[in-house]
Every structure is written in C-alpha cells, then in structure tokens.
C-alpha cells in the first residue's frame, strides 16, 4: 500500500457546528488506504485504533449519556456517501448510562452494515450478525467472515426536508421501507438518521434509529458505526417490493 492524503471532506459539508471535543479526532499525520473497486475516493486507515479493533472514540461515544449523544447527533456533518460505498462498518447500539442493556440482552449489540451500489444506480446498505463477544474484542461476522449473511437492506440518501422522514436534514436516511425487506420482515419499518462525528474523520459515524409506526416516527436508539474493512463481494440487490 502507498501513503496518500487523507480524502477532503466532498459532500461531507460541515453544518457550521464542531464535534464535542470528547469524541473529535486527532487529524492523521500518517494515513494509509487504498483504492477501492467501487469507488474513486481513496479512505485512511485511523492511526487510533489497532487493525480489527474499536477505537476509544467508538467505544466512548456508544456509553455516553444520551444527552451528548444526541448532541452529537445535532452536531455532526453529512457523510460523502461516495465514501461509504464498498465499505463494511463495525456497528455498536449505544447504552446510555442508566438504560437497560436490551441490545446486549437480545443479542444485538455488535452488528455490521455495509454499502454497495446497486446496478440501477441506487446506494443500498445491509445488516451482517456478529458474534457478541466483548464489546472492545474483534468483530465477527456470521456465520463466517468471508461469507456473512446479509439482512435488513436498505436505501441510502440525502434526507429530503419533503417527505415525511426529515428529522436531520444534515443526516442521511436509511430507509429500510425501501430495502426490498419483506413485508413480514421486523426491519422494514426501521428509518435511520446518519452523520460524520467528526468533520475531519470519515471513519467514525453516529446513527439514531427510529421505527415507523404508521404516520408516526418513535425512537429507537443511538448506534456507533466505525469504518472495518473492505466488503466481501457485492451483494445482490434485493428486489423492489
């Protein structure tokens, strides 16, 4: 691999606010990437983390109290989705200190997403299960690394101040109503809000994730998602339905 420059920050336009300090990154001195098959836009590997392991960034902001979460959420910038394409992220559902563990209780609480672009043009994303092992330990997808399964896709885009999904117009909407889930599929009725924490790190994302019950949006929860490794393949788009 070759050292090259950190990516600008593209779309990811900062909104005019900062990032809480307790969860800004240093700026890579020595960042290293790569190419990717489906994108031009070359990514840095953070310096603050160990290959395969969460940073201390990630894993603050997924016990912070829910009230600097949220203002993460409020302060972050809009991802260059040029930059999530091919690319598998770490996932953590946030506890808040004083919440019930239900992510960990249910077995949830490390996942992976993913994003590809389809052949008609559009951005989908996806779900993988991991092995909940410990929080700070390796992720691991199942059944296997090379071949995880793949579930609750979803439509990646700009939040369109429009329609009925417009809570962050800074964010970006992963809108599993459009994912081609089934209709008996849980995951359909799941709407995602996603920023950049850091206007100078694209490896690091915070998502607040509601789920649509008729006309009406209720939250969720917070999730931390931080940048892994290169996809295995490229799904198969799921139809639309």
């Not at 990514?43 to 912070?64: D, H, M």
């Not at 991802?79 to 598998?88: Q, V």
């Not at 009725?189 to 490896?203: E, F, S, T």
Request: glycine residues 10%; contains cysteine.
């Amino acid at each position: 691999m070759t050292d090259i420059a950190p990516p600008a920050s593209g779309a990811s336009a900062p909104n005019g606010r900062s990032a809480p300090a307790s969860f800004a990154a240093a700026p890579a001195a020595d960042a290293r990437g790569a190419e990717s098959a489906h994108s031009s836009v070359p990514l840095p590997v953070s310096p603050l983390r160990a290959p395969g392991l969460p940073s201390a960034e990630a894993l603050a902001l997924a016990r912070a109290p829910r009230r600097e979460i949220e203002l993460a959420v409020v302060r972050g910038t809009t991802p260059d989705i040029d930059a999530l394409i091919g690319w598998e992220f770490r996932g953590i559902n946030a506890t808040p200190p004083g919440a019930p563990p239900i992510a960990r209780l249910a077995g949830i609480q490390k996942f992976v997403k993913g994003m590809f672009r389809a052949d008609d043009g559009r951005v989908l994303g996806y779900n993988c299960p991991v092995v909940q092992n410990a929080l700070d330990g390796r992720w691991q997808t199942r059944p296997s690394d090379a071949e995880p399964r793949r579930f609750g896709f979803y439509t990646v885009a700009q939040v369109d101040p429009t329609r009925r999904d417009n809570e962050y117009l800074h964010a970006l909407l992963l809108d599993y109503g459009k994912g081609g889930n089934a209709a008996w599929d849980i995951t359909r009725g799941l709407r995602d809000y996603l920023v950049q924490v850091d206007a100078d790190n694209p490896d690091l994302l915070l998502g607040k994730a509601y789920a649509a019950v008729g006309p009406g949006r209720v939250p969720v929860g917070y999730f931390v998602l931080e940048r892994w490794r290169r996809a295995p393949g490229r799904p198969a788009a799921p139809s639309r339905r």
